[in-house]
């Protein structure tokens, strides 16, 4: 049974406390989607030891602080990525 229902949770984070919540959020049932921003997405994608040398921004923290969320890019910067937002 999911404790949180049909309630999603839409993510603006980076550093460590808010992706760490986010993650035990999703890890008990809560639908968690991050926006990132284009290009080369949340600075935690180059924490940590790359799994593939070709690819820089897939590290080993980036995959476990967001295990079980769903991501999208937005640009922030952009009025049609802001009107979405809202």
Same mark, same amino acid.
Request: hydrophobic share 35%; net charge positive.
């Given at each position: 049974?999911?404790?949180? /229902?049909? %309630? =999603? $949770?839409?993510?603006?984070?980076?550093? =460590? $406390?808010?992706? !760490? %919540? =986010? !993650?035990?959020?999703?890890? #008990? /049932?809560? @639908? $968690? *989607? @991050? $926006?990132?921003?284009?290009?080369?997405?949340?600075?935690?994608?180059?924490?940590?030891?790359?799994?593939?040398? #070709?690819?820089? %921004?897939?590290?080993?923290?980036?995959?476990?602080?967001?295990?079980? +969320?769903?991501? *999208?890019? %937005?640009?922030? +910067?952009?009025?049609? /990525?802001? +009107?979405?937002?809202?």
């Amino acid at each position: 049974m999911n404790p949180f /229902g049909d %309630l =999603t $949770v839409l993510s603006l984070e980076q550093a =460590t $406390v808010l992706p !760490y %919540l =986010t !993650y035990r959020l999703a890890m #008990d /049932g809560m @639908r $968690v *989607i @991050r $926006v990132e921003p284009p290009g080369r997405g949340d600075p935690n994608r180059r924490v940590g030891e790359p799994f593939r040398p #070709d690819e820089p %921004l897939m590290c080993s923290y980036y995959f476990a602080i967001n295990a079980g +969320k769903e991501a *999208i890019t %937005l640009n922030l +910067k952009d009025p049609r /990525g802001q +009107k979405l937002l809202h």
